[in-house]
């Protein structure tokens, strides 16, 4: 333990992980400092950051902290990002979003704002309410017999957490499903307007886009518009290897073709020698 | 052109210079020479060897295969001193037995004449010993085709007795064998003192000649003395030990008297006398070792590459555990070089040559194989040759004599005396299985053919029986003449056995070989035969998996008087009378169903044929029972009819499902769930909700359709929207219980996937993902729109998409109709799954995985056949796996293999893997580790026609467990190899708990216990309550994988956790473990202050933060709170 009170001008926040049957009382700490952003600058915030918040954590057990440390600092809000990743495929350093790659147009316009893996933002109620939970905590920690605050987490445990039903509600799941499909649906519909407006656009070059019924969007439409492009170029590209031509007609060709045969024999023996050599490094013709 | 096929170091030089010449003279470039010679041997190795790379692999083990030449020096100068030794013996007095027995009684040796039994009492001819009339090296270090041995290599020096020692009568009644063990006594006695003084320190003791009874021989072993003089020869580094065979002359004996059919030891009965081959062929042959050593070094000097082809071919015989010795089959280097030498001269029907003298050595070693897999040298016909060294023929004739037999006109001997029918079949089955890997056009079989060793017999069979030797108490049975035929107690019970177990058995078992244990030849010169030791007979049985476990033994109709007979005396009161449903009334035999038939037959057979006291100690009964016993039935069987019930169930819903009225049709649903491919650790039980994997998966695909939203989220719910409309149907319209679940862990990023879960009215669960022509298409744009960084994650979402949808479907199928195919695979894998999650292992691997892991020793078994008992499936995947170096080897299974042989013509032409498809493999192999050579990111690379990335199922897993596998499987094979009782094989199925850094030991509420479907140790079937109905039954399952699975995902990044999947199958059904290993880089380092570290941290400095551990372990504990009963900290 340290007794560290600012790191990286963090300020450092020890809470209590009280003593259970089975483990001993310890120490978990947080690194705390006003949260800016720049549609947010420092003398309109009322959020702190928050790095290596608790597993789990609510804005029940933040707000119960808070409140230890100092009975003013009333918290509105958390916003968390827990780090959760099962089967080890998760990367928090990218923002992957599925919908926009596989339909940017579909992509809500407005940004996320994005809480870096195992950190939070707190937000209390007013500015004095931060400055009062920052100042508080700090004074903790400078005090020479420091009492820390306990965290105790809200959230259920063992059996009961693990065997809790995951039935989901048909009723409910059903109308947001029909929500969802709503909103798709709109959106679907402005691009097909936005898509028809440009049918009746011309171009500088004289041009016009020529809309098909089968595909609704106009990433559908320009997509397959770029891929049959491609197709073209390959095709021609056949076409040429296609052009009839005897392979075996001048003496020349024929030599070409037994010395290229020959050339073909060699390179595959020698990459076999030098497999056998790499075999031999590895010992590997030792009977086992 | 034929003549140079071999390295070019000698012979080929001038050839290849002659061609250099005309190159230079055409283009004078330095290029171009090398080219020539190259294409040359290019174009050679390609006809005359399989490819070149054959070649060359065969040409460096040849190499590798030769005898250093600093020992063979070393040894050379020993073997001179030995003979000049040998030849300062002084001759001995003619005794008489009393005299001779007195003369070594006084002598300072103590050595005692290795008489063979039965030991003379009188005798009316003379001992003496003479000088050897010859003394020559012999063998293959006198032929000069030995090869580097692990163990070391003996040297055979052949010690002629001189005729004048002899009376033409002597092949009779073991006169000339009482006078040859006279002269070894006598040789050895002078030999201990004459060593010392010729500075040789050498060890002497006698040894039976590859196990021959009769054929006793010295055995001259190197010691370091406490002091050394400089004279002395120490050649005990080199591994080579001595054999000092004492023979008889070429000749000595009229052979004619000495034909197999002929009886040369006549004692006095009232039957006529039995012919005594074994001793016939003893005596003779100890008459021909350097003649024989003659007609093999002339067959060397005829053909250029019979040396380095007989290298390959006892390699060959060394790594399939064959020997000359009697124990090891009775077939070694000498016999395959007699066969080698004798289909030179001939082999065929009308004496054609099978082999010709300019072959090379991988022709030829590859043209025996063939022989001995494809002629039948038993029943069918025999192999004559003549050995008159030039004038040699040898040719096939019909008619076999029931033993296998390779005759020499010459000498009169059957080189393959100390062969066994059963031997036989052995050693044709081991070619037969060889030949098919010498054929494969596709994979590169070197490694399977020569450097895999098949010789650990508990790997080898399916199934080892033994018993003690003791226990068979026949000695009674053993009289005078089964002693003459038989010549050795040993001889006599193990052919008895033979022929009770191979009648007993029938179809059950492909091949029956019994053995006694083997035991060291080697003894003390003081002693006239080695001690007796506790020995046991060895069964060892190839079975039929199709037959072995029949429950009933089917005899001959009850007409049929004259058969009926025999069988009511060979079964006793087991034969019964049955009606069966065709109408036919036949004698049967019925065995129990909770036991293996094998087990119940040989136990009943042996009681009744052999004696109420003799025990047979299986190894694989105990193996059956390490497989989770379910509550309705504890019948042994292949495949239990749970998997059957399940599928009917299975059947009946979808057949619902297709009924079902909805905006688009359902195309296709197809299973992809364990349970529904026998492959399910724990067996379906109806209503077992407590069984994690009560819900067998399944994909509905739905058709073709463009109103499927073009966007991968709002597809999702549509996806959903079609599962709520089924749901409501069946809420409405049947018994069918139904709800939906969330799925977040599936397809990463993919939040808003949906299942549909359904309990049918006979108990069994499903749950059901949804899939369109849209999902895969969706997928792939977004890899091709993501940005650099993205893709390899973006790649992978793909990857975890196109393993829950399509290539579980994919390899569902493969693996469901494989595991009918081979009866076996379905115990194994269940047995195997049980294994790795008795270590902990199972929730890292998906079970696909592990079933192609299983799959491997199925479809490519080399060097072991197809297993056909649970046992040796298991085994001999922990050996595969102990052995798979799979940083630099890929996996790549033939899924199709042996469909082949089922001469199904659909499967032979489009399932079977092409040379392109496994060049593919290897390919992408290739670039994996080429991008990734230390395997941080794929370890097992398993490939197959269903997935040729051969990344799929290896997805997520990670080196330290990848790691830990390899680790445990070397352990439990060392473990087994040692001894397979049900104390190893309890520890084998222990976890090593002390390697991790901290334990959590749980105990889970009663109320699971009871509903895992699972027959408690303690608990017997008829006090177990039915289990109740349930509506859902995602509150009811097994906690701990839920809580496992909450700490991997929240701190897999700091820690490998791991624990049992099924609490069900603890002692008590309740208790587990959760075991975290740290992540030692993580663990062990300071980092700088960063925000996003992911993980709890404490402060250490000014701006150092260090792994929090206290903290983490106490959210660890706090989330598992009432489960956790106690925590073991090893290294927190």
């Known amino acids: 333990m340290s007794s560290q009170s600012q790191i990286k001008g963090y300020t450092v926040f020890p809470v209590v992980f009280e003593a259970s049957k089975h483990t001993k009382k310890a120490l978990h700490y947080m690194f705390i400092k006003k949260h800016v952003t720049k549609s947010v600058p420092e003398a309109q915030s009322r959020s702190l950051f928050v790095v290596n918040i608790p597993v789990g954590s609510t804005v029940k057990d933040v707000r119960k902290v808070f409140g230890a440390v100092a009975t003013g600092a009333i918290v509105e809000s958390l916003e968390t990002n827990d780090y959760f990743d099962e089967r080890n495929l998760i990367n928090y350093e990218l923002d992957i979003d599925l919908t ?15 809480v870096p893996v195992g950190c939070a933002v707190v937000t209390f109620v007013d500015k004095p309410a931060m400055n009062l939970a ?80 089968h595909r609704k969007t106009k990433n559908g439409i320009l997509g397959s518009l770029k891929r049959a492009a491609d197709l073209e170029q390959d095709e021609k590209l056949t076409k040429k290897m296609k052009k009839k031509e005897k392979q075996d007609f001048y003496r020349f060709q024929i030599r070409e073709k037994k010395k290229l045969e020959m050339n073909d024999l060699l390179n595959k023996f020698k990459e076999d020698q030098e497999r056998v050599r790499q075999m031999k490094e590895k010992r590997q013709f030792k009977p086992l | 052109m034929v003549k140079r096929d071999r390295e070019s170091e000698s012979d080929s030089d001038g050839v290849d210079a002659a061609v250099q010449n005309v190159e230079v003279v ?127 290599m003996a040297i055979d020096v052949a010690v002629t007795m001189p005729k004048s020692l002899f009376q033409p009568k002597d092949y009779l009644n073991y006169k000339a064998l009482y006078k040859r063990a006279f002269y070894v006594a006598y040789l050895a006695d002078q030999l201990i003192t004459l060593t010392a003084k010729h500075h040789l320190p050498v060890r002497i003791s006698y040894e039976y000649v590859n196990g021959d009874r009769l054929c006793p021989s010295i055995r001259i072993d190197s010691i370091s003395p406490d002091k050394k003089h400089p004279d002395d020869l120490v050649f005990q580094d080199t591994k080579f030990k001595i054999r000092l065979l004492v023979g008889l002359e070429y000749g000595l004996f009229e052979s004619k008297k000495l034909l197999p059919d002929r009886n040369c030891i006549r004692i006095q009965t009232e039957d006529e006398l039995p012919p005594t081959p074994l001793y016939n062929a003893s005596i003779l042959s100890s008459t021909t070792y350097k003649y024989y050593l003659k007609y093999l070094y002339a067959t060397k000097k005829s053909t250029e590459a019979f040396r380095d082809a007989t290298a390959l071919g006892k390699l060959w015989l060394k790594q399939h555990g064959l020997g000359s010795h009697f124990n090891k089959g009775g077939f070694g280097h000498f016999e395959l070089a007699m066969l080698m030498s004798a289909l030179l001269n001939g082999g065929g029907e009308s004496g054609n040559k099978i082999l010709l003298h300019g072959y090379s050595s991988y022709q030829l070693f590859k043209g025996t194989i063939k022989y001995l897999a494809t ?88 199934t080892l029986v033994s018993v003690p030797l003791k226990t068979l108490d026949q000695h009674d049975k053993f009289g005078s003449i089964e002693r003459i035929m038989f010549l050795t107690y040993e001889n006599f019970v193990t052919s008895k056995i033979y022929r009770l177990v191979t009648r007993a058995l029938g179809e059950r078992a492909n091949q029956v070989a019994v053995s006694v244990s083997a035991t060291e030849d080697r003894w003390s010169v003081q002693k006239r035969h080695p001690e007796p030791e506790d020995k046991s007979v060895e069964i060892g049985l190839f079975l039929n998996a199709s037959e072995s476990e029949n429950k009933v033994t089917k005899g001959p109709l009850h007409e049929d008087e004259e058969n009926a007979v025999k069988f009511r005396s060979f079964w006793g009161s087991k034969a019964q009378v049955r009606r069966y449903k065709d109408g036919n009334i036949q004698y049967s035999c019925l065995w129990p169903a909770n036991e293996l038939a094998v087990v119940s037959i040989l136990n009943y057979v042996f009681e009744l044929h052999i004696g109420p006291n003799v025990r047979l100690e299986y190894s694989s009964s105990k193996f ?48 992809a769930s364990p349970a529904l491919r026998n492959t399910s650790t724990i067996l379906p039980v109806p209503l077992a909700v407590g069984n994690p994997d009560f819900f067998n998966e399944s994909i509905i695909q739905f058709e073709t359709s463009t109103k499927w939203p073009d966007e991968l989220l709002a597809l999702e719910q549509t996806k959903t929207a079609f599962l709520l409309k089924i749901n409501q149907h069946l809420a409405e319209n049947t018994e069918y219980k139904s709800y939906l679940e969330k799925d977040e862990t599936s397809v990463p990023y993919n939040s808003q996937i949906k299942t549909l879960n359904i309990i049918s009215p006979d108990g069994y669960g ?34 975890a998409f196109n393993q829950k949808y399509m290539g579980s479907v994919k390899h569902h199928r493969a693996i469901a109709s494989l595991s009918t195919h081979f009866p076996l695979y379905s115990a194994t894998v269940r047995l195997f799954k049980r294994w790795l999650d008795a270590q902990l292992l199972l929730s890292h691997f998906s079970d696909e995985l592990v079933e192609l892991l299983v799959m491997k020793v199925f479809v490519d078994p080399a060097p072991y056949s197809v297993p056909s008992s649970i046992e040796s499936g298991f085994l001999r995947t922990l050996q595969f796996l102990s052995q798979w170096n799979w940083k630099e080897d890929p996996l790549v299974l033939d899924l199709a293999k042996d469909l082949e042989k089922s001469g199904n013509y659909i499967d032979l032409i489009s399932d079977k893997l092409t040379v392109q498809s496994y060049q593919a493999m290897l390919g992408n192999f290739a670039k994996v580790r080429k991008e990734d050579p230390q395997a941080l990111k794929t370890q097992f690379f398993v490939a197959s026609k269903e997935d040729l990335s051969g990344r799929l199922w290896s997805l997520g897993l990670s080196l330290p467990i990848a790691t830990r596998l390899t680790a445990l499987s070397k352990a439990a094979v060392n473990a087994v190899s040692k001894s397979l009782d049900s104390r190893t094989l309890k520890l ?55 809580y496992c699975r909450e700490l991997r995902a929240r701190f897999g990044n700091v820690l490998v956790v791991s624990c049992g999947k099924y609490t069900g199958l603890s002692q008590n059904g309740q208790t587990n473990v959760v075991a975290g290993l740290l992540n030692p880089v993580v663990a062990g380092s300071k980092k700088k202050f960063r925000v996003n570290l992911g993980y709890d941290v404490e402060p250490i400095d000014d701006d150092q933060l260090q792994l929090n551990r206290a903290a983490l372990l106490a959210q660890i504990v706090h989330l598992g709170s009432d489960l956790v009963e106690s925590v073991d900290l090893n290294r927190v």
């Open chain 1, 100 to 114: 926009k790659l596989t339909n940017e147009e579909m992509t809500n316009t407005e940004e996320k704002s994005r």
């Open chain 1, 134 to 213: 920052l100042s508080a905590i700090r004074k903790l920690m400078a005090a020479s017999n420091p009492k820390y605050p306990v965290w105790k987490p809200e959230y259920t445990t063992g059996s009961k957490r693990y065997a809790a039903s995951k039935k989901l509600d048909p009723i409910q799941l059903a109308q947001q499903v029909e929500q969802a499909m709503v909103e798709f649906q709109q959106r679907e519909q402005e691009l097909k307007e936005e898509l028809n407006n440009m049918q009746s656009l011309v171009d500088e070059d004289g041009f016009t886009l020529v809309v098909g019924s």
């Open chain 2, 26 to 152: 055409k283009r004078p470039q330095k290029r171009v020479q090398l080219l020539a010679q190259d294409v040359q041997a290019a174009r050679e190795t390609a006809e005359l060897f399989k490819s070149n790379i054959f070649k060359l692999q065969i040409d460096e083990l040849v190499k590798e295969l030769r005898l250093k030449e600093a020992h063979c020096k070393l040894i050379e100068r020993v073997l001179h001193r030995l003979y000049e030794v040998v030849q300062q013996i002084p001759q001995s007095e003619a005794f008489s037995l009393e005299q001779a027995e007195k003369h070594f009684a006084k002598s300072k040796n103590k050595v005692a004449i290795p008489f063979p039994d039965p030991k003379p009492t009188a005798i009316n001819y003379a001992l003496q010993y003479q000088a050897p009339s010859d003394v020559s090296l012999v063998g293959s270090f006198g032929l000069k085709t030995g090869i580097q041995q692990p163990d070391g």
């Open chain 2, 375 to 462: 002629q039948d040298l038993l029943k069918d016909g025999y192999l004559s040759f003549t050995s008159t060294i030039g004038d040699g023929s040898s040719v096939y004739k019909k008619g076999g004599f029931n033993v296998p037999t390779l005759f020499d006109k010459t000498t009169k001997i059957n080189i393959f005396w100390k062969m066994t029918p059963s031997s036989y079949l052995l050693l044709k089955k081991q070619a037969a299985e060889t030949l098919d890997l010498l054929n494969d056009v596709v994979q590169d079989r070197f490694r399977q053919i020569f450097i895999l060793k098949n010789t650990q017999k508990y790997l080898h069979y399916d």
């Open chain 2, 624 to 671: 059956w029972k390490m497989l989770p016993v379910p509550l309705t039935s504890n019948a042994v069987q292949l495949i239990p009819p749970n998997f059957q019930s399940l599928k009917t169930s299975y059947n009946e819903l979808c057949k619902v499902l297709n009924d079902i009225e909805l905006p688009l049709a359902i195309k296709s649903i197809l299973p």
């Open chain 2, 766 to 799: 499903f749950r059901f993902y949804v899939l369109t022509e849209r999902d895969e298409v969706l997928y792939l744009r977004a890899i091709e729109n993501s940005s650099e960084k993205q893709k390899k994650t973006v790649s992978d979402i793909y990857l």
């Open chain 2, 988 to 1042: 084998v199925f222990t976890p090593a708990l002390k390697d991790y850094d901290f334990v959590l030991r749980i105990k889970t509420p009663t109320e699971y216990a009871s509903k895992t479907g699972l027959l408690l140790e303690n608990k017997f079937k008829n006090l177990v309550s039915a289990l109740p109905a349930v509506d859902d039954a995602s509150g009811e399952q097994d906690p701990v994988g839920a």
